[in-house]
């Protein structure tokens, strides 16, 4: 409705709690992050004999530029061309690399907006949907064999694929990846779990200006309402939102094949954003997040690779069944997981 407010409507009904309205419902009148926009209302419809379910909602209107997605996407296929026919420029040192130019500068905003959400979604509430719980034992193991499950199904895929080398060099690599999720789960509880976006990457963020807003709280969508209502490690949405710098880089890398043919050297320039958003992105959010108790003393790394995992494993059953020709994102996601890489 022109510059004031948009109406979402649900083509699909479920009878009970819709997340996106509870956590909207809940961040614009309970806390003080503002990075989302503000929820006005909904409309439902009363079944007989059982719960309402939502038709429509209403949130304000946040002028912007376009989702992250988009925008990253469309401005690094522009960086590689750019840096294309400007040349290959000398050998320059590690503290001398090129800044990215605007949206491609954001990531810091980006972690650090995720952060401030994380922490008043991890502030004290007499809400029991809301409040922080200590992450248990319980937790860990549960979160541990739901990777083991999306690993099951990712190797059953990958043995029904194209053997190229690198789904090859997972496949061998089988028995240390299921290795290195049993000992994952075998990691010491600390920190909390809270509400968590659920479905968090590029595509469910806008660029508004220099700023970033989070938008679309559903979760995932092959999930019930009970499952996505469910508290979580806010370490699953960073996990996300690294998975998707991954997929950001090499569409933008296939924009670029579909008009010509590139090298390596280009290619680079799409893994330099990717890594160096990723550094960038860690350091805003723990600096966002720090003091509100969120994360282990470790800084959650561990836990961080083994949603990390659970992300890319996804891909995988996701790319085989959907789209084979971006099977190498995740595989390749797998294996530098595999190596140690955070």
């Known amino acids: ?135 248990t034992e319980n937790d860990i193991a549960a979160w541990a064999a739901d990777v083991r499950a999306q690993a099951d199904d990712a190797f059953s895929r990958l043995a029904e694929v194209e053997k190229t080398e690198p789904v090859r060099a997972l496949l061998d690599r089988q028995g240390e990846a299921l290795a290195l999720i049993a000992r994952l789960g075998q990691i010491p509880p600390a920190g909390v779990k809270t509400r968590v976006h659920g479905d968090y990457h590029l595509g469910q963020v806008l660029v508004a200006q220099a700023d970033i807003f989070v938008i679309d709280f559903e979760g995932e969508p092959r999930r019930s309402l009970e499952e996505r209502r469910q508290k979580s490690s806010p370490l699953r949405d960073v996990a996300g939102m690294l998975r998707s710098f991954d997929y950001a880089a090499f569409a933008a890398i296939d924009r670029v094949r579909a008009l010509r043919d590139g090298d390596e050297a280009e290619e680079g320039v799409a893994w330099e954003w990717r890594d160096r958003s990723a550094e960038r992105f860690l350091a805003a959010y723990r600096e966002a997040v720090a003091g509100a108790g969120i994360l282990p003393e470790d800084g959650g790394t561990e836990l961080l690779r083994l949603f990390t995992l659970q992300k890319a494993f996804y891909e995988i059953g996701y790319e085989a069944a959907n789209r084979p020709a971006w099977l190498p994102i995740p595989v390749r996601g797998v294996l530098s997981l595999l190596d140690g890489a955070t």
């Open 1 to 135: 409705f022109g510059d004031q407010a948009m109406l979402k409507v649900y083509r699909r009904l479920r009878a009970g709690q819709q997340p996106d309205i509870e956590i909207g419902r809940y961040l614009t009148e309970r806390t003080g992050f503002t990075n989302t926009p503000a929820f006005l209302g909904e409309a439902t419809v009363a079944r007989q004999g059982g719960e309402a379910a939502t038709i429509a909602a209403c949130f304000a209107f946040v002028p912007n530029q376009g989702d992250g997605w988009s925008s990253i996407v469309d401005a690094l296929a522009r960086e590689i061309e750019d840096r294309a026919l400007a040349g290959s420029p000398p050998e320059a040192a590690e503290d001398d690399r090129r800044d990215f130019p605007y949206p491609l500068d954001l990531t810091d905003v980006l972690g650090r907006r995720t952060g401030e959400l994380h922490a008043a979604l991890a502030r004290p509430s007499d809400d029991p949907a809301f409040g922080a719980e200590p992450v």
